[in-house]
């Protein structure tokens, strides 16, 4: 049913996204980058800037969500009227707004459990859980604190050319400056253009056409070379086709890729070959996708409501999607390895860390070792693919170079100077050079490649791990919930007057199921239990067959209706031997700002399972949940 747009519920909707974000000018002055570096209390490596921008992201998620189930009651008029009553509601007790709807008082901190204590406060983690898949608060609260830990300390200072470190920070932002002002557009027209309609499926859809990807010059706003971008190309220009990118089944949107070289380090960290030439290290490759956090809140909620069940589910085109997927990535995957940029793509693989797969890794500052053809020896090969391994196992090595530590002296390189690698003539194949039996000796430590953090892991391709088997969950979700629920009259296989079908009903053989189960609901017992009201909002044409069929026309009848039926807690399947869904599939990917998870960073605790995203991460926040649930209800 649709909802009255002035209801007292929506008062503290706001009537457009703004971005909470400072933008670029801000950062530009240097009075507030003084205020954002100022430490909080005791220190502690906490910056005023880190709270605000943490709480700046919890706002822009609450905003938004607000903003998309508003324009989901008074334009789509498919949400059930049982639905609506556990997403916003009035608290009596408080005479406030509880649930989606509700403002959430964020504290300013980064500290996660204040955050899902505010949420829990005004019960929008229960609305949500209430419509969809898993649990999405410990998502939303990683990802938040995530864009405060890391963003404010990359903005802070950005004017001082003097400090390298600030340099390598400024090497990680697109180059064309942060600007909010373009996730905010995002999300601004998903709420205001597609949250409304009945196809979601753009804003799960590659960025880019399925071109091959090469390298181009990156370029500043003043005409300055900078580094690199790796993209699809049409032209001179990136091949953008309107879609949003954001990853099925994730928190994360696909970007194009930009790398900047690092400037070196102080000549005590340098190491050299024994030819005397330097060991370089890469410079940073950007995903920039990671830099729309609004955007990924959004949209990683909007998935998880997909993949609940419901007339959400069939707003995306599933058959569509897993072949521009499918098709988006062969084409990174093929046309980078065939130019022989392979590392490039460690933010584009899938990687399997403690169990789960997440998005991404990154090669930003690992040692790049040389050959002596002057090649450099690739991270990720052809053999990645298949076994999941970067590197080969004669490109390994468990002693790049040594160095000498001994105590209360500065560690430095030992004389044992490596040898570069060497290629095989026929194979071609990167062949690590012989260790030297002196660099096991005391007070020596070898450092291997590839770096154990990376090593560890597992790669396999994206879209094999983490894309397709969430459109392949939700297609089977789809297709047996019109057999085994009442959907199939709260949506639209064909259009009605200048209402479309809903995205789903693309694929030819679902439409026909939706109309074959609404031709049996309307000789099935359960078509009592339809909620006509919505029906009727959605397909006037269908609402009527319906009504002639003797469907009740407004609660009270249903609630006669249903005292009369068998089995009455709820309706019974138009088609028993059907199946019923397989468990939702969890979330995967990972969260941004954090490609290497296992390096201790030292700080909070939490910080690893909130940030590192995925299973460890619902479960840490599920239990402050509870805590902050338990600590409300005994107070009362």
């Known amino acids: 049913m649709k909802f009255d747009p002035n209801s007292r519920l929506f008062d503290r909707v706001p009537d457009l996204f703004q971005s909470p974000f400072p933008g670029a000018d801000a950062y530009a002055d240097n009075a507030f980058q003084a205020l954002l570096s100022r430490a909080i ?51 009596s007790k408080k005479d406030s707004i509880a649930g989606v709807l509700a403002e959430v008082p964020f504290p300013l901190t980064t500290d996660p459990q204040q955050l899902v204590s505010a949420i829990a406060g005004v019960a929008l983690d229960l609305a949500l859980n209430a419509v969809t898949a898993v649990p999405v608060v410990g998502w939303i609260v990683g990802i938040v604190v995530g864009i405060g830990r890391a963003l404010a300390p990359l903005f802070t200072g950005l004017l001082n050319e003097d400090d390298q470190v600030l340099v390598e920070r400024r090497n990680m932002l697109p180059w064309r400056r942060y600007n ?54 049409s032209g001179k220009s990136v091949a953008w086709n309107g879609a949003y990118g954001c990853l099925p089944g994730t928190f994360r949107v696909a970007g194009i890729l930009q790398y900047r070289g690092r400037p070196q380090p102080p000549h005590s960290a340098l190491r ?14 950007t995903q920039t996708g990671d830099f729309y956090p609004s955007l990924q809140q959004l ?18 085109d ?50 790049r070792p040389e050959a002596t053809d002057g090649t450099t020896v690739p991270l990720v090969t052809p053999g990645t693919f298949q076994n999941g391994a970067l590197a080969s196992p004669r490109s390994r090595t ?47 430590v070898c450092v291997p490649w590839p770096p154990g953090e990376l090593l560890l892991s597992k790669y396999k391709r994206a879209d094999d791990m983490i894309v397709l088997p969430a459109v392949r969950a939700v297609a089977q979700l789809q297709r047996r919930r019109l057999s085994r629920s009442l959907d199939c009259a709260y949506v639209r296989p064909d259009a009605v007057g200048d209402k479309p079908a809903y995205a789903a009903f693309r694929d030819a053989s679902l439409r026909a199921h939706c109309i074959e189960m609404r031709k049996r609901l309307l000789q099935h017992p359960s078509r009592m239990l339809v909620e006509y009201e919505t029906a009727r909002e959605v ?31 709820g309706a019974e399947a138009l ?62």
Not at 272 to 285: A, K, P, S, V
Not at 321 to 341: N, P
Not at 543 to 557: E, H, M, Y
Not at 585 to 605: C, K, T
């Open 539 to 569: 397909d006037p044409e269908y609402a009527s067959a319906l009504k002639d069929a003797g469907v009740p026309t407004n609660a009270i009848q249903r609630g006669a209706a249903k005292l009369g039926l068998r089995g009455s807690a």
């Open 41 to 91: 209390g005791s220190g502690q490596g906490r910056t005023v800037g880190q709270e605000l921008l943490t709480q700046a992201g919890a706002q822009a998620w609450n905003q938004a969500t607000q903003m998309l189930w508003k324009s989901k009651a008074t334009q789509a008029g498919d949400i059930l009227g049982d639905v609506w009553s556990k997403i916003a509601w009035i608290d």
């Open 318 to 367: 599933c058959v569509a999607l897993e072949k521009l997927w499918r098709d988006w990535f062969t084409a990174l995957y093929t046309s980078v390895m065939d130019q022989g940029h392979g590392d490039w793509l460690l933010g584009y693989l899938a990687r399997e860390v403690h169990g789960e797969w997440r998005f991404g890794a990154s090669a930003s500052g690992v040692l």
């Open 180 to 233: 909010e002002k373009i996730d905010q557009w995002w999300v601004q027209n998903f709420v205001k253009v597609e949250a409304g309609g009945s196809d979601w499926t753009p804003t799960f859809s590659p960025p880019t056409e399925a071109h091959a990807w090469s390298l181009a010059d990156g370029i500043d706003e003043d005409g300055n070379k900078i580094g690199q971008v790796l993209a699809p190309f």
């Open 272 to 285: 050299f070959y024994n030819d005397g030439t330097l060991i370089h290290l890469h410079g940073d490759f």
């Open 575 to 636: 088609d028993p031997k059907t199946p019923a869904p397989d468990r939702p599939v969890l979330p995967q990917g990972g969260l941004p700002f954090d490609p290497d998870p296992e390096r201790d960073r030292g700080g909070p605790r939490w910080l690893g399972p909130a940030v590192l995203g995925g299973a460890a991460l619902a479960t840490t926040i599920a239990v402050a949940v509870g805590v902050a649930r338990s600590r409300r209800t005994n107070a009362r």
């Open 398 to 444: 468990t002693c790049m170079y040594s160095d000498l530590v001994l105590k209360d002296k500065p560690r430095t390189q030992s004389g044992y100077l490596p040898q570069k690698w060497t290629r095989d003539a026929k194979t071609k194949e990167y062949v690590a050079p012989q260790i030297y039996a002196q660099t096991g000796g005391p007070g020596m």
């Open 299 to 316: 949209a990683g909620t909007c998935w998880q409501q997909v993949a609940a069940g419901g007339p959400d589910s069939y707003k995306v």
